[in-house]
């Protein structure tokens, strides 16, 4: 008896690894438990068991169902997995594009955005990245606006609330957070945490309080450009404003400067382009960005010396050029999100 039942457990698990689906499942567990089944009449064959033998063997009994048991719940699991898998068809990568919605491509600002500052990768320049919430320091204080200056005024830009906290951003007790209105916050922050020689290009979002219209939004790019390093000249200036933008508008391209001011430079300008290479999309001279000698006192809020370093900076609205390259005639295009628009900037 003994020998019998050990038999019908050894039996069941070298059966068990080719139960594979319920059918088999259902005819494997009748083999052993079913009306005819081995350990079934196994149990039927107590009552010839002599009286003194039979706490034994209802044990063994016993274990071979404990056992049984155990097998028939996990053959039960794994059919279960096995059905459910076939019900979900293959395995599913998440990952891979979808086959009913086109890639995504860069929005049109992103896309000028990125030609724009691949011009000056290649010439050396690498990309500094400052924050958007900042504080009255790095957007007025360290660029040599006073406070009576008109760009703090409440009206010119976004303020934030006193009592609001800024990972990244520390302030002094009296200072006010804001919006940045510029991209030359990141001259400030490149210079605070690095040594000259410094070249760099800063692209990102900034706002400022205006009523839209075809070329005001209140949410506006810009890319910043500086180079600090031993006597650098309005020559150095001049000659890569000229590189970038001929590689942007075309080889025939032209630039010239015209006196202008900014509080960070000395002396300041703004540059105007004429390309004839771009057709009727410029056919006048066109103002795209301020730009001079870095100020002194900019170096010194900054912790370079001015007498040892010298350098120039510049500053461009992506929108404007995105623009002129692309023909768009109203700055509010950009974001509305019309499909209409947008896939006209596909591939
Ligand atoms: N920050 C200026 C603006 O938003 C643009 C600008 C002018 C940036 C001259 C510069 C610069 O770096 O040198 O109007």
Not at 38 to 62: H, Q
Not at 153 to 162: C, G, I, K, V
């Given at each position: 008896m003994e020998a019998k039942l050990k038999a019908i457990l050894a039996d069941a698990q070298t059966e068990a690894p080719n139960v594979t689906d319920r059918a088999s499942f259902e005819a494997f567990k009748a083999r052993f438990v079913g009306p005819r089944?081995?350990?079934?009449?196994?149990?039927?064959?107590?009552?010839?068991?002599?009286?003194?033998?039979?706490?034994?063997?209802?044990?063994?009994?016993?274990e071979a169902k404990t056992g049984l048991t155990a097998l028939f719940d996990e053959i039960h699991s794994k059919?279960?997995?096995?059905?459910?898998?076939?019900?979900?068809?293959?395995?599913?990568?998440?990952?891979?594009?979808?086959?009913?919605?086109p890639s995504g491509v860069l929005h049109p600002i992103a896309q000028v955005r990125e030609e724009?500052?691949?011009?000056?990768r290649r010439i050396g320049f690498n990309v500094a990245e400052g924050t958007e919430v900042e504080t009255e320091f790095y957007c007025f204080d360290a660029l040599n606006m006073p406070g009576d200056h008109p760009a703090r005024?409440?009206?010119?830009?976004?303020?934030?609330?006193?009592q609001a906290e800024f990972l990244n951003v520390s302030k002094k007790a009296d200072e006010?957070?804001?919006?940045?209105?510029?991209?030359?916050?990141?001259?400030?922050?490149?210079?605070?945490?690095?040594k000259p020689p410094i070249r760099i290009v800063a692209p990102g979002r900034c706002f400022r309080r205006d009523t839209p219209d075809a070329t005001h939004s209140a949410n506006f790019h810009q890319i910043e450009g500086l180079?600090?390093?031993?006597?650098?000249?309005?020559?150095?200036?001049?000659?890569?404003?000229?590189h970038f933008v001929k590689a942007v508008f075309g080889p025939k391209a032209r630039t010239r400067l015209r006196p202008s001011f900014f509080p960070f430079t000395e002396p300041s300008f703004e540059m105007d382009f004429f390309s004839p290479d771009l057709g009727k999309l410029s056919n006048r001279w066109l103002?795209?960005?301020?730009?001079?000698?870095?100020?002194?006192?900019?170096?010194?809020?900054?912790?370079?010396?001015?007498?040892?370093?010298?350098?120039?900076?510049?500053?461009?609205?992506?929108?404007?050029?995105?623009?002129?390259?692309?023909?768009?005639?109203?700055?509010?295009?950009?974001?509305?999100?019309?499909?209409?628009?947008?896939?006209?900037?596909?591939?």
């Open positions: 089944g081995s350990l079934t009449e196994a149990m039927k064959g107590m009552g010839a068991v002599p009286k003194e033998d039979k706490p034994a063997v209802g044990r063994l009994i016993n059919v279960e997995a096995a059905e459910l898998a076939d019900r979900l068809g293959p395995a599913i990568d998440p990952t891979l594009p979808t086959v009913d919605a724009l500052v691949e011009v000056f005024d409440m009206q010119d830009s976004y303020y934030l609330p006193a006010r957070y804001l919006l940045r209105t510029h991209t030359s916050t990141v001259q400030v922050r490149t210079m605070l945490e690095n180079y600090v390093a031993e006597s650098v000249t309005l020559c150095d200036l001049k000659a890569t404003l000229d103002e795209i960005m301020g730009c001079g000698l870095v100020d002194p006192a900019v170096f010194e809020a900054c912790g370079i010396d001015p007498e040892r370093y010298s350098g120039f900076a510049f500053g461009m609205g992506i929108e404007r050029i995105a623009m002129i390259l692309q023909g768009v005639d109203d700055i509010r295009y950009y974001y509305q999100n019309d499909l209409r628009f947008l896939r006209q900037f596909i591939g």
